[in-house]
């Protein structure tokens, strides 16, 4: 089992800077990619940024540029910094942790932190 819990959400201007984190803990060691997904009312949760154990990030083509994500392995945790932000960003982001498996993969998710740019 893996447990995760966000933190870092709020509100923030359109333009501002927000850093999420996500800590972990649990069978990490089973873990093959760390990510972010975020969730506005009545649409898909839908992957902001992704980050494996090994190989490249990836991110939505909307926060290319604007988004980071990173990883502390030492501390088990993993960061979404958010620059120049805008409204359409403004959703619930979950941390997910996935384990791919012989036959799929098996994802773990926080509790979500609420994320609102507004002026």
């Known amino acids: 089992q893996v447990q995760l819990v966000e933190s870092g959400g709020g509100l923030v201007q359109p333009g501002g800077s927000l850093r999420l984190s996500c800590a972990a803990s649990?069978?990490?060691?089973?873990?093959?990619?760390m990510g972010w997904y975020h969730q506005a009312p009545g649409k898909q949760r839908e992957l902001v940024a992704a980050?494996?154990?090994?190989?490249?990030?990836e991110y939505a083509d909307s926060v290319k540029g604007r988004f980071t994500i990173s990883r502390d392995n030492a501390k088990n945790t993993v960061y979404l910094q958010m620059n120049s932000l805008k409204p359409e960003d403004t959703a619930v982001y979950y941390c997910?942790?996935?384990?791919?498996?012989?036959?799929?993969?098996?994802?773990?998710w926080g509790q979500g932190t609420q994320v609102t740019v507004s002026s």
């Open positions: 997910n942790a996935r384990r791919f498996t012989g036959i799929g993969s098996r994802d773990y």
């Open positions: 980050i494996p154990s090994g190989g490249s990030t």
């Open positions: 649990g069978s990490m060691f089973s873990i093959n990619r």
